[in-house]
């Protein structure tokens, strides 16, 4: 499974969070950092796995791929709920 992040999500630094704004649903959220970092790799990088995902964040950071893996699965629903991501199906490039 793949996810993509919906066009026009903006995240900001809020202090030590981050506030992000879904045009989807047209509301803001503060995420964590985790959260924050997925959408931001996104932003970059385009549609990605967990696997992807957690190997590219492994590269910029000095964490685990096994806990960054566990901890972007864990992030995809809420994401996904608040409007900030959508998930792809297999077919789709």
Do not use: C, K
């Not at 793949?2 to 969070?17: D, H, K, N, S, T």
């Not at 950092?33 to 997925?38: F, G, L, M, N």
């Not at 796995?49 to 590219?56: F, H, Y």
Request: proline share 5%; glycine share 6%; no cysteine.
């Amino acid at each position: 499974m793949r996810y993509q992040i919906v066009p026009g999500v903006r995240v900001e630094a809020v202090g030590e969070q981050w506030a992000a704004w879904s045009p989807a649903s047209g509301e803001t959220h503060l995420l964590n950092d985790e959260s924050a970092a997925v959408l931001e790799l996104l932003a970059e990088a385009g549609p990605l796995s967990t696997l992807d995902a957690a190997q590219r964040l492994a590269q910029e950071t000095s964490i685990d791929i096994l806990q960054l893996q566990a901890g972007v699965e864990l992030a995809w629903l809420p994401l996904e709920w608040a409007g900030f991501v959508r998930r792809l199906d297999s077919a789709t490039p």
